[in-house]
């Protein structure tokens, strides 16, 4: 699995993780402990991190090939950093802006909060 040197190489990580279901490639990018906080067609998603790897190694981000994530911005302030993501066709049809914080823990970057935006589009079963 790759180090996590620099804010943008987690980010794309995460990116990375949530496109093939990649386990491994998610529990490397998130702290532990990270929470991610948003809300879905109107449901409250306020959970561990662990739910959301669950989630997306049951069923990742690009079902048909269309999934889209760009890197909007990073800003980084010594140890800290926080980027912004806008994520296209996540399961298809649905659009979410994510903002991740970051810390740089022994020697890593780590994100520790995932906030979301429901853009747009449904989840499968909704």
């Known amino acids: 699995m790759p180090n996590c040197a620099s804010p943008?190489?987690?980010v794309q990580l995460y990116i990375d993780g949530v496109r093939t279901g990649s386990?491994?490639?998610l529990e490397t990018a998130f702290h532990a402990d990270a929470r991610m906080f948003g809300a879905l067609a109107g449901q409250r998603v306020d959970v561990a991190v662990s739910e959301l790897?669950?989630?997306v190694a049951a069923q990742p981000a690009d079902v048909d090939g269309t999934f889209k994530a760009t890197i909007r911005s990073i800003e980084t302030h010594g140890d800290v950093a926080v980027a912004v993501v806008d994520e296209e066709n996540f399961w298809g049809a649905v659009g979410f802006?994510?903002?991740?914080?970051?810390?740089?823990i022994e020697g890593s970057w780590q994100i520790v909060s995932k906030t979301f935006h429901h853009t747009g589009g449904l989840p499968p079963g909704a």
């Open 23 to 25: 386990r491994e490639a």
């Open 8 to 10: 943008e190489s987690t």
């Open 53 to 55: 790897v669950a989630m």
């Open 97 to 104: 802006t994510d903002i991740f914080t970051l810390s740089l």
